[in-house]
């Protein structure tokens, strides 16, 4: 393994740049263990699939196989959650371990006899279990499994988990007992022998009160069965409450999910008619003309199944008529060969001036805010629901969900003491975040909540000056000014739009603490800054001579409105020089230097556009 920064003797944090780490993978039932190298930002989902590919044996309900943390440090070992990232998760020593086995009940603080705690699970308690959880009978519950008995258990005769049951409950019942299950020691992703989660079967039979308690308690929107459905998928394509679909949606759930044929749930939306369904998938993002394996849009499967409402909203928000299925056939075809002729008349005479896009954008649940980019939002940018989307309004969305690969933001590299009070109903179970930062094998940069950044007035309230405590992944790092800040104490540094700082550390309150090029120090907000990289012109070419900076496009665009706003060029020199970077995902590489002179910057702006980079990025 390369490229290990060692903090003491016995953590590491690995280089972000690689972007992964070796894990040893144990497995007891079958007595071996192997060392894997995993992505930081693979899922323990994914991280669970390839370790079921790498061990030639087959395990026996192998779906309800999980990646667990054993005790460490004073804490309890406890069962990874499958839809989380690996980094977020910490892991001691250049080679982090883990286990992978069945997934049970993890007893904490209870002095159990093993042999009393096998009497406790015989068939006739199992049985008598459920008929509680059936009759919603949450004192009978609560006292078996203070006992010790084990909520992760299949029915005999269905298939179906205690927890899975508590998800078709009534209303009435439903909450009450499934919060009890979960304090029992129920896992959350448990699956049935049909392989769904209580989530997907809460989704199923459309129980509102049941996604929500689960959401509640922690678990994702985005739970996989055994072909790799969501519940958002099984919630479009079941008769089931639009309620639904739109909690789920409004939690983030990935848009997109695709089944064997290629059907994804929009595709079903139309199948099935159900509008409510198709205008909440299209608000959040989902693609209108994607293709299944027969090379069908959703307007095809209109015009097949004769759902007339369906097409006219997608032909409202702008699908594509002219697609042709793989047996070269475009929607209205497809219409008049089901002999759906009303309809074929619809799509033949829409016209494009009637197209009003989606131009609002979704909101989406905070509690799953500290999350990577997620894919809702990315399906929404490729979304042709509104193909007239400003590409900065976008990027600002996504830089504020997202960390970037090259260019991180601020939050992933500092916290302060005010987090987004939603984090506090997490249960404990939830609770990953290492003491330190710097005590992590697996990067911390996503293991908590985002910080809610500084606001400001903070500081200057605070009378006295504090020394910044030093954090090891943010020290020597180069940022520059995309707003000026005004020193408000004596300890604070005064900023102008355009000047670089290199961050020296992060103190108690989350003000930065860096030094400008003239060697002035002190503190300042991070909201008032950007990371750029600074490289020597002889890796990149001789474009300059000094460094080269490259820097996110938002970035870019700030100090180019400061240059427009705050110097009108009256035929002297501006005060910054702009460099313009082309970003081509997933890396940025400087494509063109824009010069301090107002008609050097014309023409290379002009040289830009030639460039299709013009509109985008400059």
């Known amino acids: 393994m ?38 930081l930002d693979d899922t323990v989902w ?52 883990l286990e992978f086995k069945y997934k049970r009940r993890v007893y904490k603080l209870m002095q159990l006899n093993p042999r009393k705690l096998k009497q406790l699970h015989s068939k006739s308690n199992l049985k008598h279990f459920l008929e509680f959880v059936r ?27 205690p927890l899975t049951v508590a998800a078709t409950l009534g209303r009435d019942k439903t909450r009450e007992v499934m919060i009890t299950l979960v304090s029992g020691g129920a896992h959350i992703d448990f699956r049935n022998r049909s392989g769904l989660t209580a989530m997907h079967r809460a989704a199923i039979v459309g129980n509102a009160e049941a996604i929500k308690t689960l959401l509640d308690l922690g678990a994702s929107a985005d739970y996989k069965d055994g072909r790799g459905l969501t519940p958002l998928y099984y919630s479009v394509s079941n008769d089931t409450n639009q309620a639904c679909t739109e909690m789920l949606l409004h939690e983030r759930a990935y848009v997109g999910t695709h089944d064997d044929q290629g059907w994804c749930e929009i595709h079903q939306a139309c199948r099935y008619g159900r509008v409510q369904h198709l205008e909440h ?14 090379g069908n849009t959703p307007l095809h499967v209109c015009a097949a199944y004769n759902q007339e409402a369906c097409a006219r909203v997608l032909l409202f928000r702008g699908a594509d008529r002219s697609i042709m299925n793989y047996s070269n056939q475009t929607a209205y075809q497809v219409a008049v060969i089901a002999n759906n002729m009303d309809l074929a008349d619809l799509i033949k005479n829409h016209k494009e001036e009637d197209v009003v896009p989606i131009r609002e954008m979704p909101k989406y649940s905070e ?14 940018i490729r979304s042709r629901s509104d193909p007239r989307l400003h590409a900065s309004v976008l990027e600002e969305q996504m830089l504020q969900a997202s960390s970037q690969q090259n260019l991180t933001t601020l939050s992933d590299f500092y916290d302060t003491a005010s987090y987004n009070p939603s984090y506090a109903s997490y249960p404990s179970s939830h609770d990953y975040n290492s003491d330190s930062p710097c005590s992590l094998s697996v990067s911390s940069a996503s293991s908590g909540p985002r910080s809610a950044v500084y606001t400001g007035q903070s500081a200057v309230k605070n009378k006295f000056y504090t020394e910044p405590r030093r954090r090891p992944l943010l020290r020597e790092r180069s940022f520059i000014c995309v707003k000026s800040y005004t020193a408000n104490d004596f300890a604070d540094l005064s900023l102008a739009r355009g000047e670089f700082v290199k961050v020296l550390g992060v103190t108690d309150q989350g003000l930065l603490e860096g030094r400008t090029l003239d060697g002035r120090e002190g503190n300042f907000p991070p909201t008032h800054v950007d990371e750029v990289q600074l490289r020597k012109a002889d890796s990149l070419g001789d474009l300059v001579s000094g ?12 100090l180019v409105m400061t240059e427009r706003e705050n110097d009108p060029w009256p035929g002297g020199q501006s005060q910054i020089s702009v460099i313009c970077v082309l970003q081509q995902s997933p890396q940025i590489r400087t494509c063109s230097v824009i010069s301090d002179h107002r008609d050097i910057l014309e023409l290379m702006l002009v040289d830009c556009s030639r460039s299709h980079c013009v509109n985008q990025y400059c």
């Open 2 to 39: 390369k490229d290990i920064h060692q903090e003491d003797s016995n953590d590491f944090v690995p280089d972000n740049s690689t972007g992964t780490v070796f894990i040893r993978i144990a497995v007891p039932e079958l007595k071996n263990q192997k060392c894997l190298q995993f992505q």
């Open 46 to 97: 994914q991280a669970k699939q390839r370790i079921l590919a790498a061990f030639a044996k087959d395990l026996r309900d192998a779906l309800n196989y999980g990646l667990y943390l054993p005790p460490m440090n004073g804490r309890a070992g406890k069962f990874l959650e499958e839809e989380r990232f690996l980094k977020e998760y910490p892991l001691q020593g250049p080679i982090g371990f």
């Open 135 to 161: 009759n919603g009978n949450v004192e009978r519950i609560n006292k078996m499994t203070s006992k010790g008995l084990d909520p992760n258990f299949h029915d005999q005769d269905n298939g179906e988990t």
């Open 281 to 294: 998938l299209l608000f959040y993002g989902a693609e209108l003309d994607v293709q299944n394996a027969s």
């Open 367 to 380: 509690r799953r805010k500290n999350a990577s980019m997620t894919p809702s939002m990315r399906s929404l």
């Open 547 to 558: 460094d080269i900076v490259a820097m996110h496009r938002n970035t870019l665009a700030a």
